[in-house]
């Protein structure tokens, strides 16, 4: 096999922000060392996140002038609507204007307030936080496997079959659907084999309790399946997809991530009576059943999107970029997840930093030190995301202490990445004298997104 390279040319450009570092310096003080407060003008590579930054393609942007912008019934839903149904195979496909809307409007129909559990694999935040708005309890049944970040097994995203077995038996008659998110973003882009699928969806349904995907990750999933699962290597990536949707009664999708598009989500589902009370509520906050929140035009590039994610030599590229920023950092000697997953790295920060302990922040440390060093942003997700700060000054702290890496899709090029492995590279070997942070102000509630921090004076360790 010969270099998996980029199967697209760019037709438009965008300049990468080139700042010196005393330049970075000013503008991660000024941010109190919290990169979600950087402007992106101050950025040179954002990979914040995967979600709303893809790049266009020509038949994307051409489409989006095709965009009927009519209030009801518009050309462009239709096109949009027979996308979704040819691929999913749901009878109702209500638009939203992002994945969030789409679980927001689910939840509110069917959790009861004190009673509900949804089990998943792993809820993704946004969903965890709607069910537990709506007073229900999101439970988290991955796999055993998912726990250690240094095994290799081939689908982490999978859900552990006996504990939602036990689920179903303890909370009967409270379990409104059950949820297994493609890919596992909270545990590491990790995807859930199609034997797993299968099996979730007989349990659930064994139960009669309906099943409901976080499809957000799909075409990275189904492709993980052709890969790894026997007897799959001679489908196609959409088979396998049509395959996988028909396991379960409807989705909550955000087309920002593999819909290929800035913005844009759906809620489908076969069950006409579920789908008639979910049109009524998204009349309430998204708008008219046939644009949901979205431009007309916003449809039409999903609808692209949506069979172009599909195409086998994209995917091919996209998770070979994928495992080539994961085996350049560990060879730089930063550790990461095992395996690498479908749309992100995720760097131990902990294995890295041993000498700053988790209420200092290891991964803080390290995203900061790759901004200051190179102006690659990156996203701590460890105790600084999920530590739990008590009212006594009692601090628990997460289970691992990751950085994200996470590639927008079709963004970055091979040469990109190897600058950033030249910085990740830098970042490693000053890892021994790197402080830890001291989050100086901490909001109550995802103190990830405004907490101010400042680096640990005196602690510098060789
Ligand atoms: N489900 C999963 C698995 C996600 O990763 C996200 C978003 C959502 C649902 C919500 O979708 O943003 O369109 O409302 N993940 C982004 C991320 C934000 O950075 O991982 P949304």
């Given at each position: 096999m010969g270099v998996v390279f980029e199967p697209f040319k760019a037709k438009v450009v965008e300049p990468l922000a080139l700042l010196s570092r005393d330049e970075r310096q000013a503008a991660l003080e000024l941010a109190g060392y919290n990169l979600?407060?950087?402007?992106?003008?101050?950025?040179?590579?954002?990979?914040?996140?995967?979600?709303?930054?893809t790049a266009m393609s020509a038949e994307q942007w051409a489409a989006m002038m095709r965009g009927d912008e009519a209030y009801a019934g518009s050309r462009s839903f239709h096109r949009f609507d027979r996308v979704v149904r040819d691929l999913t195979g749901y009878a109702h496909v209500i638009p939203t204007h992002q994945g969030r809307a789409a679980e927001r409007i689910l939840f509110a129909l069917v959790v009861e307030k004190g009673r509900s559990v949804i089990p998943s694999n792993n809820h993704f935040d946004t969903t965890r936080a709607n069910i537990e708005f709506d007073g229900g309890e999101a439970l988290d049944l991955v796999c055993q496997e998912a726990a250690d970040p240094k095994t290799s097994a081939?689908?982490?995203?999978?859900?552990?079959l006996d504990k939602l077995e036990a689920c179903c038996r303890e909370h009967a008659g409270n379990i409104p659907l059950g949820m297994q998110t493609i890919t596992n973003n909270t545990g590491g882009g990790q995807p859930a084999s199609l034997a797993n699928i299968r099996a979730v969806s007989e349990i659930l349904h064994s139960h009669d309790i309906p099943f409901f995907l976080d499809a957000c990750r799909f075409a990275e999933n189904a492709w993980f399946i052709k890969q790894?699962?026997?007897?799959?290597?001679?489908?196609s990536v959409r088979e396998i997809a049509q395959e996988v949707f028909a396991l379960a009664d409807g989705c909550t999708f955000s087309g920002k991530k593999d819909g290929l598009v800035n913005m844009g989500g759906v809620l489908a589902m076969n069950d006409p009576e579920l789908a008639q009370r979910a049109r009524n509520l998204l009349?309430?906050?998204?708008?008219?059943p046939t644009y949901g929140g979205c431009a007309a035009r916003d449809l039409e590039a999903l609808a692209v999107g949506l069979e172009e994610v599909l195409d086998e030599k994209y995917l091919e590229y996209r998770t070979a970029s994928v495992r080539y920023l994961a085996e350049g950092l560990e060879k730089v000697g930063i550790p990461v997840m095992h395996p690498p997953g479908g749309h992100a790295v995720y760097a131990d920060a902990g294995a890295l930093l041993p000498h700053i302990p988790a209420h200092d922040y290891p991964g803080q440390a390290l995203a900061c030190a790759l901004y200051l060093e190179g102006g690659i942003r990156t996203c701590e997700i460890g105790s600084v995301m999920f530590g739990r700060r008590g009212d006594d000054g009692s601090f628990t702290p997460a289970r691992l202490e990751l950085v994200r890496f996470a590639l927008p899709r079709r963004v970055y090029t091979q040469s990109h990445v190897d600058r950033m492995l030249e910085v990740a590279a830098e970042v490693a070997a000053l890892a021994p004298s790197l402080p830890g942070m001291e989050m100086v102000e901490a909001p109550r509630y995802l103190p990830h997104f405004t907490a101010r921090f400042r680096p640990r004076t005196g602690v510098t360790v060789s």
């Open positions: 979600f407060a950087l402007p992106a003008d101050a950025v040179t590579f954002d990979l914040l996140t995967d979600s709303g930054t081939p689908f982490k995203g999978d859900i552990d790894r699962e026997p007897g799959q290597a001679h489908r009349i309430l906050t998204e708008g008219f």
